[in-house]
């Protein structure tokens, strides 16, 4: 099938190199730090400046898989370090979604290195427009296959006679596509074909079933140790504290506060109300509880609010939940 004329304008653009993106900070040794503590990495020659003294390298390296850290743009989006390109490397991906191919899903990501950086260099890294594939349809649907390279680079100082280092590559690797069996647009006055989505339900076992029978039965149920009088949950079998395994339940009061709170903006999943505020309650018995919070706006959340349980039912009355709602001090 011959290609439509737009395809021929996203090809000619393959083999495009775009500008640079520097790093907003030359390597150092606290993004390194902090990195391994983050991926559980201990190992000393990232960590131990006198070891690392004592090795080929003379001084603490950054892990290699860090590489694609260093020129991130941060916590907001698009800002990037002073002297980077405001050209979008991803400008093919825009074309596509507006032709009718708007869903992605990242195949692959391969890094790979040249050598190791070290304190105190600074790196860019360009991209090239590597490759876009012929149209294919899988079971996700049917669309493009976009690879791009991002070339990593330590900048050199001016007049360096061998000019700027290579240290790494990331290629990566999309598939633009139009989804399969999209359901078709409803006209006006026929909304009862709308597909209805229903909350997931919870996963019940013999360990964790009082608790949603009494859900069902609108009390909220809390496990106690008979031996000892600790309660716990979420519900196990054992006593954390004696390991005894008999046990009955105490209802609670259903009141408490807010322990923590995350909102979910995205992604939008139906049937969920977005942005969807889900708290961590901590009942005034002492144990905390994962649960939706209902009648509060996102920014009025706060931590410590009190709060008071609500049992609401969903899906025609397949499902209840306890929800929890703020209420005077
Ligand atoms: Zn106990």
């Not at 907003?24 to 730090?33: C, F, K, L, Q, S």
């Not at 608790?211 to 309660?231: H, M, N, P, Y």
């Amino acid at each position: 099938m011959a290609e439509q004329e737009w395809m021929s304008e996203v090809r000619a653009k393959v083999g495009r190199e775009y500008g640079r993106v520097y790093a907003w900070d030359e390597v150092n040794a606290p993004m390194i730090r902090q990195w391994c503590e983050v991926m559980g990495v201990d190992n000393p020659l990232y960590l131990d400046a006198d070891y690392a003294a004592t090795t080929e390298f003379g001084g603490i390296v950054a892990p290699p898989a860090m590489l694609q850290a260093w020129c991130l743009e941060g916590l907001h989006m698009n800002n990037y370090a002073p002297g980077s390109t405001d050209e979008n490397p991803y400008e093919v991906l825009k074309t596509l979604e507006a032709r009718g191919f708007p869903s992605v899903v990242a195949v692959n990501s391969d890094l790979s290195f040249e050598r190791y950086v070290r304190l105190g260099e600074k790196l860019y890294y360009t991209t090239r427009l590597d490759a876009v594939g012929e149209e294919k349809t899988t079971a996700l649907g049917t669309g493009y296959f976009v690879t791009l390279i991002m070339s990593f680079f330590s900048q050199k100082p001016a007049g360096d006679a061998g000019g700027d280092e290579r240290v790494g590559q990331l290629l990566f690797r999309v598939f633009k596509f139009r989804p399969a069996n999209v359901p078709k647009p409803v006209e006006k006055g026929a909304a009862a074909a709308v597909p209805k989505f229903k909350r997931p339900k919870p996963g019940v076992s013999d360990d964790t079933r009082f608790f949603w029978e009494g859900v069902d039965a609108g009390k909220l149920l809390i496990q106690r140790c008979t031996c000892c009088s600790t309660l716990r949950h979420p519900p196990a079998p054992v006593c954390i504290k004696c390991h005894s395994f008999d046990w009955d339940t105490v209802e609670a009061s259903g009141k408490g506060s807010i322990y923590s709170f995350v909102v979910m903006h995205y992604p939008e999943v139906p049937p969920f109300e977005h942005p969807n505020p889900i708290g961590l309650i901590e009942l005034d018995e002492g144990v905390r509880l994962v649960a939706g919070l209902v009648g509060v706006k996102r920014d009025e959340i706060q931590i410590g609010a009190r709060v008071q349980v609500e049992f609401q039912s969903f899906d025609d009355g397949e499902l209840t939940l306890p929800m929890f709602r703020p209420i005077a001090a």
